[in-house]
């Protein structure tokens, strides 16, 4: 059965700091998605890891896959108070149809 | 509209009640997904449809749930004989496929409340 767990569950850091959330799975899948949610709402697409090595940008976020250690890392540069959400990762299955996600890192972002 | 609708938002619904949800996707998807999310948890795969075929359901789908996509366009979700523990958001999300898996985009949800 697929696992993919996250590091930490819950994270809360003062604007203008710096960490790193964790993402590990069980499976050899060279792609992987990183999603936000924001409370009461439905999931938005952040970024797609395609290989890897992969890494993306985007704003404070950077996302990286290595999948040789079956990890991938959200680091967040410099907190502010409107990245506070809880973020996904997600990996396909072995069978390619289901997209399975972890438990969620809570993310609050305090002054 | 280019995004995932679900309707409806929300459904209060008495124990033993039978409900149905619906689901559209972005209209040139071919993969369809229905998730079940409660408070603290990450989405848990429900099922999976390929244009019509229902090709993938988890062990989570008990015999009251049943999914349907006539047609490859929209799904709807029933729920029979609904019970507390049914309580949830429920998501629908769609996604391509170019050879490879795409990213799948997930509509609002519908959240159910069994009382």
């Known amino acids: 059965e697929l696992k993919v767990e996250q590091n930490p569950l819950f994270l809360s850091m003062q604007e203008g700091k710096n960490y790193t959330i964790y993402c590990n799975y069980s499976?050899?899948?060279?792609?992987l998605y990183w999603y936000r949610q924001d409370p009461g709402k439905s999931l938005e697409s952040l970024f797609v890891?395609?290989?890897?090595?992969a890494v993306k940008q985007e704003g404070r976020l950077m996302a990286s896959l290595d999948t040789k250690a079956r990890l991938s890392t959200l680091h967040i540069t410099a907190a502010v108070h409107d990245l506070s959400a809880t973020y996904f990762c997600?990996?396909?299955?072995?069978?390619?149809?289901?997209?399975?996600f972890g438990k969620g890192t809570s993310l609050l972002v305090t002054p | 509209d280019t995004g995932v609708s679900q309707d409806p938002r929300h459904k209060i619904t008495k124990r033993g009640q039978n409900v149905t949800f619906r689901c559209d996707p972005i209209s040139e998807h071919n993969r369809l997904y229905w998730y079940r999310q409660t408070l603290g948890q990450g989405p848990e795969f429900l099922t999976y449809f390929q244009n019509e075929a229902q090709l993938e359901k988890s062990r989570l789908l008990s015999d009251r749930f049943s999914a349907e996509r006539p047609k490859g366009s929209f799904s709807t979700l029933e729920i029979q004989r609904t019970e507390q523990g049914d309580s949830a958001m429920y998501l629908c999300?769609?996604?391509?496929?170019?050879?490879?898996?795409?990213?799948?985009?997930f509509g609002q949800g519908t959240r159910l409340t069994v009382v």
């Open positions: 499976t050899t899948s060279d792609r």
């Open positions: 890891l395609l290989s890897n090595g």
């Open positions: 999300a769609s996604r391509s496929f170019k050879g490879v898996n795409t990213e799948a985009f």
């Open positions: 997600a990996v396909d299955s072995v069978s390619g149809y289901a997209l399975n």
